[in-house]
T-cell receptor
Framework: EDQVTQSPEALRLQEGESSSLNCSYT??????LFWYRQDPGKGPEFLFTLYSAGEEKEKERLKATLTKKESFLHITAPKPEDSATYLC????????????????FGEGTQLTVNP | GAVVSQHPSWVICKSGTSVKIECRSLDFQATTMFWYRQFPKQSLMLMATSNEGSKATYEQGVEKDKFLINHASLTLSTLTVTSAHPEDSSFYICSALPSGQGFNYGYTFGSGTRLTVV
């Protein structure tokens, strides 16, 4: 069974204070690791897909990295508008075709950036 | 980019009544759509996988007679909560993966439906 654990549960930063969010995972045959941002009362917004260990992707102040056991979401010089819950999800490839398309989500990290 | 429209964004209903939630892919076809449920300060829990033209696949513990899913076309899936009770109050979200694009743009999610049963 695929499992995703995110830490910390909550993180408070001052504007400009860089930090990292962690996503540890176990999966049979990783097909993709996804990072999403979710604002209160909204659906998740896609950020990145990572496919293999060593891969990195960047978007504005965010950078996602991947190893064989975990992924990090690095936030450089965050701004208050970066406040949101960040979700990590994996898709494994070991099960039946239909259920093999499912995502397994972590519990998320609630990020608050104070001005 | 791919857009999934979910309607309504919020609904209040009386206990014992049924509520239908629609999920439409606006600019792509979706053979498969997914329905999630999210409780406050918790992550997304997959309820069922909706397949166009066939029966939905429900996750363990999800009552298929209570949460009816219909995926009648390549752009529309509906979730009907039948005989709703207060414990069904939650945030329901659908998602789809645009075909032919791999995972480069991820799964697209709807904006969610806040259901409150009184």
């Amino acid at each position: 069974e695929d499992q995703v654990t995110q830490s910390p549960e909550a993180l408070r930063l001052q504007e400009g204070e860089s930090s990292s969010l962690n996503c540890s995972y176990t999966v049979s045959g990783l097909r993709g690791l996804f990072w999403y941002r979710q604002d209160p009362g909204k659906g998740p917004e896609f950020l990145f897909t990572l496919y293999s260990a060593g891969e990195e992707k960047e978007k504005e102040r965010l950078k996602a990295t991947l190893t064989k056991k975990e992924s990090f979401l690095h936030i450089t010089a965050p701004k208050p508008e970066d406040s949101a819950t960040y979700l990590c999800a994996v898709q494994g490839g070991s099960i039946a075709k239909t259920s093999g398309s499912r995502l397994t989500f972590g519990e998320g990290t609630q990020l608050t950036v104070n001005p | 980019g791919a857009v999934v429209s979910q309607h309504p964004s919020w609904v209040i209903c009386k206990s014992g009544t049924s509520v239908k939630i629609e999920c439409r892919s606006l600019d792509f076809q979706a053979t498969t759509m997914f329905w999630y449920r999210q409780f406050p300060k918790q992550s997304l829990m997959l309820m069922a996988t909706s397949n166009e033209g066939s029966k939905a696949t429900y996750e363990q513990g999800v009552e298929k007679d209570k949460f009816l899913i219909n995926h009648a076309s390549l752009t529309l899936s509906t979730l009907t909560v039948t005989s709703a009770h207060p414990e069904d109050s939650s945030f329901y979200i659908c998602s789809a993966l645009p075909s032919g694009q791999g995972f480069n743009y991820g799964y697209t999610f709807g904006s969610g439906t806040r259901l409150t049963v009184v």
